[in-house]
C-alpha cells in the first residue's frame, strides 16, 4: 500500500492509500486546516486500517500552492521517511484529480529508493518583511 498527500490543492486536499498498480483502496477529502493535518492522517489511517510503517511508499504533491499547504504536506511525507525509511517522492500538480495524479507518477514513487525525500515547489519567492 502506498500513501498520496495532497495539501495544495485547496478544492479537493485529500489522503489516498493506493496499491502498486494505482488502483484506489481509500479516501479522505478534509477542510484545508493544516493545524489539524496531523490528528486527520492518524484517524485517516486508522479509519483504513493501515499501519504506517507498512506503507511502501509517499507520494505528495509538492506545489504549486500556498506556501503553509505546500511545506505542511511536503514536512509531512518526510516525516515517514524520518521515522519509518519510507521512499517519499513529490510532484508539482498539473492540474489533475488525485487518480490521475498517481498514475502518471507512480513509476517514479516504484523507482524510489529508501532514502528518497521531498522538496517543496513555491509557485513565486517568500514575501519576507523585516
Request: charged share 25%; proline share 3%.
Amino acid at each position: 500500500m502506498y500513501l498520496f498527500i495532497n495539501t495544495v490543492d485547496k478544492s479537493c486536499s485529500s489522503f489516498v492509500i493506493f496499491g502498486g498498480k494505482g488502483e484506489i483502496f481509500f479516501t479522505h477529502e478534509f477542510i484545508d486546516k493544516q493545524e489539524k493535518l496531523i490528528g486527520q492522517l492518524k484517524a485517516f489511517l486508522k479509519k483504513s486500517k493501515i499501519i504506517p510503517k507498512n506503507l511502501k511508499g509517499v507520494l505528495v504533491m509538492s506545489g504549486p500552492g500556498s506556501f503553509t499547504a505546500s511545506r505542511a504536506g511536503i514536512v509531512l511525507a518526510n516525516s515517514f521517511n524520518f521515522i519509518y525509511k519510507i521512499p517519499v517522492v513529490d510532484a508539482e500538480d498539473r492540474g489533475s484529480g488525485a487518480e490521475e495524479f498517481i498514475k502518471n507518477n507512480l513509476k517514479k514513487l516504484l523507482k524510489a529508493k529508501k532514502s528518497s525525500t521531498a522538496k517543496v515547489y513555491y509557485s513565486r519567492k517568500p514575501n519576507i518583511t523585516i
